[in-house]
């Protein structure tokens, strides 16, 4: 089949950035047709990702749409399109002469644009250009990571066409959502770097959550046109129209702003994954969370509460004890010499459950705050080491070490994801969630809102606001 495109008379270069775009989209759908994805928990991450396969048999029914667009693309221009990749190195020549065909920019963020801050080789400028012929899809405003030197300067506000009803976890059908708010997470930090597993073709826009209005729905899905959703859709997110699978998108009660939806997903879900299912959390037992005044730590906190659970909350300063206060928590031990210590006080000898989205050096003591019975539960590293175990001492205390991958266990099981996003909602219902909302930032200052995270700065849910409303 790639023969038939090799046959084909080249693309103009202004029509090359839609071509592209539209072979990537045929191209993952078809691997995502013929494999499952690869999952890996990368350092650092507090939840595990995906990684499409580099190889795949493409499905004959893509590659021949793909060839027929080349055909209507035009006979007129003078290289022929020998593979796929000779489409990506066309449109690398045409961003290095800035001529059409490039994404239109939108507004540069000052942290993208400032000589201080451009740490691009001077082979790559940055790069602004005519306005390009959009097809048949009408434009959005996107922010799309276009190298990987990193949060402060990899990232452009671009206009690009809307995304065709189709996710890549449901190839061919798909939520269409119209975004209000992004959730903002640490691994799109690693993508801006290239350090995440999951590494789509630059450009690509990042964003693996939103909130916002149902615009069209497939038939069965829990949710319709005009309603107001948060959901998972995986990549894609920084923009004004995204698509997400219809067994990760759930109805936003009307208690909670769009703000709050964009961090309902990932650390809420996870954060019940984590604490029921694979930490059988009871009510009447207590709960230690790690990494508290943050997004998976606050909605670990309310997610327990909701269970009946105590808890209590580990920080490391008077600012993020306020914000894991503000999320409910009954206790709170700051985060220094002799904090094992000061828990087995404030609990009575000990926890049943330690939640640590953090790992490090902090993983022996969490250990050792553990009651007899008591579960450890391993939701990432984001402070940067995979601690080891010492396994005398879970058969000496009685105690056990669980780890708790939520993208890895439930995303082939649509209906684990609607029973979690069911028990989620009946909190919501109930007033025990409430997201803690921290930062907000425009799309125009998307690096800055990764750099946030980035530096450790970040409380509660980092969010984009998408549109007004």
């Keep these: 089949m790639l023969e038939d495109l090799r046959a084909q008379p080249g693309v103009p270069l202004d029509h090359l950035e839609l071509l592209v775009g539209e072979l990537r989209g045929l191209v993952q759908d078809a691997v995502w047709d013929t494999h499952l994805p690869d999952v890996v928990q990368h350092p650092g991450e507090p939840y595990p990702s995906y990684s499409l ?3 795949a048999e493409l499905s004959g029914h893509h590659l021949g749409i793909a060839s027929d667009r080349l055909r209507m693309a035009g006979a007129t221009a003078e290289a022929q399109v020998n593979s796929l990749g000779q489409v990506e190195n066309d449109r690398n020549e045409a961003l290095s002469r800035d001529v059409p065909g490039t994404p239109v920019l939108v507004e540069p ?4 644009m400032s000589a201080e801050h451009d740490s691009r080789p001077p082979s790559q400028p940055a790069y602004s250009a005519p306005e390009r012929p959009l097809g048949h899809n009408p434009a959005m405003r996107a922010v799309q990571i276009v190298d990987l030197t990193g949060p402060d300067s990899a990232l452009r506000v671009v206009e690009l066409p809307e995304p065709e009803p189709s996710n890549m976890l449901t190839p061919g059908t798909g939520v269409v959502i119209d975004v209000h708010a992004a959730g903002v997470s640490f691994p799109e930090v690693l993508q801006s770097r290239g350090e995440y ?16 209005v149902v615009r069209s729905a497939p038939p069965g899905a829990q949710v319709k046109a005009g309603d107001r959703v948060a959901a998972f859709c995986g990549l894609g997110g920084f923009a004004e129209t995204a698509v997400a699978a219809e067994f990760l998108t759930f109805g936003l009660a009307q208690e909670l702003d769009f703000a709050q939806g964009a961090g309902l997903i990932l650390n809420y879900h996870t954060a019940y994954f984590a604490l029921v299912l694979r930490g059988r959390l009871r009510e009447g037992e207590t709960v230690l969370v790690h990494g508290a005044a943050g997004g998976v730590g606050t909605a670990a906190l309310q997610v327990a ?12 300063n008077d600012a993020k004890q306020r914000v894991a206060e503000e999320a409910g928590a009954d206790e709170v031990v700051l985060l220094k010499e002799g904090w094992k210590d000061d828990v087995k006080t404030v609990s009575g000898g000990g926890v049943d459950v330690v939640l640590d989205p953090v790992g490090g050096d902090r993983f022996t003591d969490s250990l050792r705050s553990l009651r007899e019975d008591g579960r450890l539960v391993v939701v990432g590293f984001t402070g940067g080491s995979i601690p080891e ?7 000496l205390g ?5 780890g708790a991958g939520w993208g890895a266990y439930v995303m082939g099981k649509p209906d684990l994801n609607r029973e979690i ?3 989620v909602n009946r909190m919501v219902d109930a007033g025990v969630i409430r997201p803690i909302v921290g930062e907000r930032f425009s799309l125009e200052h998307a690096g ?3 750099e946030a995270i980035d530096q450790r700065r970040a409380t509660g849910k980092i969010v984009l606001d998408v549109r007004a409303g």
């Design 398 to 402: 009685n105690t056990e070490v669980v």
């Design 305 to 316: 509460k909701g269970v009946g659970a105590r808890t209590i909350a580990v920080v490391s």
């Design 389 to 395: 175990v010492k396994v005398n001492r879970l058969l």
């Design 53 to 55: 396969p580099r190889e």
């Design 197 to 212: 597993q999951l590494k789509p073709p630059l450009p690509f826009v990042p964003g693996s959550e939103v909130a916002g």
């Design 421 to 423: 996003g069911s028990a």
């Design 109 to 112: 963020s000052r942290e993208c």
């Design 448 to 450: 800055a809102a990764l």
